[in-house]
């Protein structure tokens, strides 16, 4: 069955600290993508990656970094958490074309 | 500038009842279409993906059509449960290929109450 698992499920994080998002995917895909939603509005693109080792900027990097060791492990880097990246991220993975789409249940971060 | 809009942002409606999701976009060029289901603090559940000028399909109790020319999307959910309480979320492909930009709406809320 096709899974992407997110860690930790919920986070709160202190102004100014480092917060490490991982995700992990069983599905052989080579895409993988981070995004993030706010109350009211659309998920938003941050990073994605189309291979191990390499990561590409979305449409809000600003702040955020990404890192994509193996096919199946993506993280996404916060070096200086701000009251603003409050917010729950979704990680999603896919493959070549228009085959599905999955994400994971999310991550609920509280900067305080 | 919000490029997929969804309407009614909530709706309420009575277990049995049926009801009619709206999406309109404005997206180019607009490859497929998807709606996902998305249960309150959890993730994203594709529903069904339209990809046709002219689209239709069915899953079930959801039924979708799609309409490229008017950029115009529907999601019919026919006699409602109490487990279709969720928000409902449109996305626009802009590209066949998994590297093309997905599009999110901010979704609708349905609420099925008995």
């Known amino acids: 069955e096709a899974a992407v698992t997110q860690s930790p499920r919920s986070k709160v994080a202190v102004t100014g600290g480092k917060v490490t998002l991982s995700c992990h995917q069983t599905?052989?895909?080579?895409?993988m993508y981070w995004y993030r939603q706010d109350t009211g509005h659309g998920l938003r693109l941050i990073h994605y990656?189309?291979?191990?080792?390499?990561?590409e900027k979305g449409d809000i990097p600003d702040g955020y970094k990404a890192s994509r060791p193996s096919q199946e492990n993506f993280s996404l880097i916060l070096e200086l958490a701000s009251l603003s990246q409050t917010a729950v991220y979704f990680c999603?993975?896919?493959?070549?074309?228009?085959?599905?789409?999955?994400f994971g249940k999310g991550t609920r971060l509280t900067v305080v | 500038k919000t490029q997929v809009e969804q309407s009614p942002q909530s709706l309420v409606v009575r277990q049995g009842e049926n009801c009619v999701l709206q999406?309109?976009?404005?997206?180019?060029?607009?490859?497929?279409l998807r709606w996902f289901k998305q249960d309150t603090g959890k993730g994203l559940v594709s529903l069904t993906v339209?990809?046709?000028?002219?689209d239709k399909t069915s899953n079930g109790r959801y039924s979708a059509t799609l309409d490229k020319d008017a950029k115009h999307s529907t999601l019919h959910i026919t006699a409602t449960l109490l487990d279709d309480t969720a928000t409902y979320i449109c996305?626009?492909?802009?590209?066949?290929?998994?590297?093309?930009?997905?599009?999110f709406g901010a979704g609708t809320q349905l609420i099925v109450i008995p």
């Open positions: 999603a993975s896919s493959g070549q074309g228009n085959t599905e789409v999955f």
């Open positions: 599905n052989n895909h080579d895409y």
């Open positions: 990656s189309y291979v191990a080792d390499s990561t």
């Open positions: 999406c309109n976009y404005s997206v180019t060029p607009d490859n497929h």
């Open positions: 339209l990809v046709d000028q002219k």
């Open positions: 996305v626009v492909g802009d590209r066949g290929s998994a590297l093309g930009r997905l599009h």
